[in-house]
């Protein structure tokens, strides 16, 4: 079967096989990619209007017990500038946020012990009690069930915790060995379980993907059917182990973009700061490629700089008014709206 029969298969059942998937990513061409970002912007159209969601992103600590051999904040990267926010710090960031229009706000950091379950259970509630018509987005990395839980119960409505890559070698090549995708992938059904409206997700690109690879992400999410999925390209930082690999494709990373639309057609799909960092115009070709969110950053500028997840990321020379102010004319150019809502994820059944 032919590349395109494929796309029209995915948009028919929301599931293809692992030999399609495979074959998909090992012989698309570019047309095909179009074809599939085509069909997708129609069904993202169909489902959210021209209307993009915006949530505001707080990187209130880069110390990280981890390792990940592609990550600028990991433990070993010795130039990295440890910075942790105070909770006033944060409910600051919120403050400006707010009053840019921002109701959804994601708290993002790296693994840090610091912030216990005490701690961040008393920030979010902190946040809901000022902002009690905002969401609060958490993306903190593995943590126990237990865990999960006691934030669920202080007002955290979602989660993303990307799985990097659903095939388990490739994700030993991605993390040091007591990072494991067993480990990574039952953080994720807890999160499910527990009720966070959860977010999966990969880069594209990274060293050692391959279709196959890619194949088992587009299973996996067929299974899980999160609220939320992240795809941006790898990129790489200089002062980590993958500093010499190539940065990943455009073009690959707007199809898988496309390929989830139409696989989920109601998932929140961001066009995330990786896409913008590659390509100047790439939030706007994300989202005529399918995506219907966008995450402008809400850190205080003076630790912008010490959040280098990879190279020359884009958002770090300006505010959040200016953030703003940039993203809705970016989408106005293509004809769309940023609108001022929390852009929950909607319950009804995921089908065409
Ligand atoms: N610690 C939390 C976690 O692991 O989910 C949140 C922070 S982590 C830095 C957020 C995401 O950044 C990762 O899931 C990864 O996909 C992405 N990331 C890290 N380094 C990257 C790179 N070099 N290129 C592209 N994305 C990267």
């Not at 990513?25 to 489902?47: G, H, N, P, S």
């Not at 216990?116 to 903190?140: H, Q």
Request: proline share 3%; aromatic share 10%; net charge neutral.
């Amino acid at each position: 079967m032919g590349q395109k029969k494929l796309i029209e298969r995915l948009k028919e059942r929301h599931s293809l096989n692992f030999k399609e998937w495979e074959q998909l990513f090992a012989f698309y061409t570019k047309e095909d990619a179009d074809y599939a970002m085509i069909l997708a912007r129609e069904i993202a159209v169909r489902e959210f209007g021209k209307e993009v969601y915006f949530r505001g992103i707080i990187e209130f600590s880069n110390f990280c017990k981890n390792d990940c051999y592609y990550c600028g904040i990991r433990r070993s990267n010795k130039a990295c500038q440890r910075y942790r926010l105070e909770q006033e710090d944060i409910l600051k960031c919120c403050e400006e946020g707010y009053e840019n229009g921002f109701r959804t706000f994601v708290l993002q950091g790296g693994e840090d012990r610091w912030f216990t379950d005490e701690r961040m259970c008393g920030i979010i509630e902190a946040i809901r009690k000022r902002y009690p018509d905002c969401a609060v987005t958490l993306s903190v990395g593995e943590r126990s069930r237990e865990s999960y839980k006691a934030m669920k119960g202080a007002g955290a409505d979602r989660y993303l915790l990307r799985h990097e890559t659903a095939d388990a070698a490739h994700y030993a090549m991605l993390h040091p060995k007591c990072q494991t995708l067993e480990k990574r992938l039952s953080c994720l059904w807890d999160l499910k379980e527990i009720g966070y409206q959860t977010g999966c997700g990969m880069m594209i690109g990274s060293p050692g993907q391959t279709p196959a690879a890619l194949a088992k992400d587009m299973k996996f999410m067929e299974t899980l059917q999160p609220e939320m999925i992240g795809v941006g390209p790898f990129l790489p930082h200089r002062e980590t182990p993958f500093r010499d690999e190539k940065k990943g494709s455009m073009e690959l990373t707007l199809f898988v973009l496309a390929l989830c639309r139409i696989m989920l057609p109601r998932v929140l799909l961001p066009a995330t700061t990786a896409l913008g960092t590659a390509d100047a115009d790439g939030r706007k070709q994300g989202v005529l490629a399918g995506c219907n969110v966008v995450m402008p950053n809400l850190s205080p500028m003076q630790v912008r700089k010490k959040y280098m997840l990879y190279d020359a990321k884009a958002g770090t020379e300006i505010d959040a008014a200016q953030g703003i102010a940039i993203l809705k004319k970016q989408m106005e150019e293509i004809g769309y709206e940023v609108v001022v809502c929390r852009g929950d994820f909607r319950k009804d059944k995921n089908d065409d």
